[in-house]
């Protein structure tokens, strides 16, 4: 093999000695301990339950120490970077008057600090660029986001994320094997919804991984709060519950990442000429491997209406499984010469799964947060962008139908989509960029709609 333990986790990997890096150590210039505590928060409230980059007591420790290794710096300004997005204080921003640049200066200082580490991985590197991802994707640097986390997989791959710890060292403290775990699936999941998201390969060979999930486990009797020196507001930390959660998610997205390959890459029977509906097990596979994992879901997990007020992650996990499956049925949801008899079904299940997203989009938009006087829809993360527009190619579609209940219900729900990307646009400019295409998908169709989207403006 060319691969020693310490590229399999077997050491401890520490950044190198390098000047360039040393100075982010001496002077790491952070911001005042009621801005870290704010935007933390923001973080343990907004962030954390979808990318679960740290193991709170090793974080928490850190700070009280003030550990501040440059890795770690890194992961601090990656925090801020995308924490600020949910920020209403305009100090954050590096011009007050617009809001797009918030959270820009935490952004160049994590680049700045990533420059001086490559050599040296760990594992707050890859949770760093993770985050970082996140951040460009709704910010529309895509290219970067692209890239940030095709760095984060390989990083991870060379620490051994992807593989079973008990296998790599079976005396490895329980904590270090949860941190381990919890980084490697956040990286799973981003690759998953940001290769969906653009419509390119996937960084991840499923095969390639046997890394369990984190078990939502940390010290026992823990502090859950903390005060930062010189702070007057408590960090609140993590929900207890919000990791055993986000395994669920990763689930989610493992079988989105395979109805991907099945259906949508370039040599995927879907694809190939006259094969669509020749072999249809992998539609039943997945679709029975999407409905396995609804009916698994626990009570508090589960969606039963918009009147149930459900929490923000529950909606977002149901709406990536809505997402899921009409990525699942779309390319069988039309009627083609090898598609005679069967496509209404798929198309039936896609307008439904869309229906019940725009739905969700719409609740949220109408209620208020309750950390923050902002509608719901402002408080999701990017990936809320790529599954409206997902729903909304579904309904537009519906919006050309010879049923006309169907047309007229689908144009009713596309003004819909557009008044829900026009407001999430607050927080993720993607859903401008997004907005904009659905109007024009409209006007070469020659869709005019029954009310006007005059007021919806994607500027």
Request: with cysteine; glycine share 4%.
């Amino acid at each position: 093999m060319f691969y020693n333990r310490r590229h399999w986790g077997g050491y401890s990997i520490r950044e190198r000695e390098q000047p360039k890096a040393r100075k982010f150590v001496e002077n790491p210039d952070l911001p005042t301990p009621e801005v870290m505590t704010s935007l933390l928060n923001l973080h343990f409230t907004y962030v954390h339950p979808f990318a679960p980059v740290f193991v709170w007591s090793k974080f928490l420790k850190r700070l009280q120490t003030r550990d501040y290794s440059p890795s770690f710096l890194f992961l601090l300004n990656s925090i801020f970077a995308l924490a600020s997005r949910f920020s209403d204080d305009v100090s954050l921003r590096t011009d007050p008057t617009k809001p797009e640049t918030v959270g820009l200066h935490f952004m160049e200082k994590a680049k700045a600090i990533l420059d001086t580490i490559y050599d040296a991985p760990d594992m707050y590197c890859v949770g760093g660029l993770v985050l970082l991802s996140y951040q460009q994707m709704g910010t529309g640097g895509g290219y970067r986001a692209w890239m940030f986390i095709g760095i984060s997989i390989r990083m991870a791959q060379h620490l051994g994320l992807n593989r079973d710890c008990m296998k790599l060292n079976p005396h490895m403290p329980a904590l270090d094997r949860e941190e381990r775990n919890r980084i490697w699936w956040t990286c799973f999941v981003a690759d998953r919804l940001v290769s969906a998201s653009f419509g390119r390969p996937q960084g991840i060979n499923e095969h390639d991984v046997d890394a369990t999930y984190p078990e939502g486990i940390d010290e026992e009797n823990i502090q859950l709060q903390y005060r930062l020196d010189n702070a007057t507001s408590l960090l609140t930390g993590p929900s207890p519950h919000s990791e055993k959660n986000f395994v669920y998610l990763a689930s989610l997205t493992r079988i989105m990442g395979r109805v991907m390959v099945s259906l949508y890459s370039p040599l995927s029977k879907a694809t190939l000429p006259n094969s669509l509906m020749t072999s249809p097990a992998p539609l039943e596979q997945l679709d029975k491997e999407l409905t396995d994992w609804l009916l698994t879901l626990p009570p508090h997990l589960q969606f039963r209406s918009v009147q149930q007020e459900s929490g923000t992650f529950v909606c977002t996990l149901h709406m990536t499984f809505y997402a899921t499956l009409i990525l699942l049925h779309r390319p069988y949801s039309h009627q083609t010469p090898h598609n005679p008899k069967d496509w209404s079904i798929s198309l039936s299940i896609c307008t439904s799964a869309a229906n019940n997203t725009i739905e969700m989009a719409s609740n949220l938009m109408r209620t208020s947060d309750d950390h923050r006087d902002v509608p719901r829809l402002q408080c999701l993360l990017h990936s809320a962008v790529f599954i409206f527009f997902t729903a909304g190619i579904v309904h537009i579609t519906n919006c050309t139908s010879t049923d006309p209940v169907l047309a007229t219900s689908a144009k009713l729900r596309t003004v819909e989509t557009l008044r829900c990307l026009s407001v999430i646009e607050n927080v993720w400019m993607t859903g401008k960029f997004c907005g904009n295409n659905i109007k024009n998908l409209l006007k070469s169709r020659n869709i005019e709609l029954p009310c006007s989207t005059e007021g919806i403006t994607f500027v």
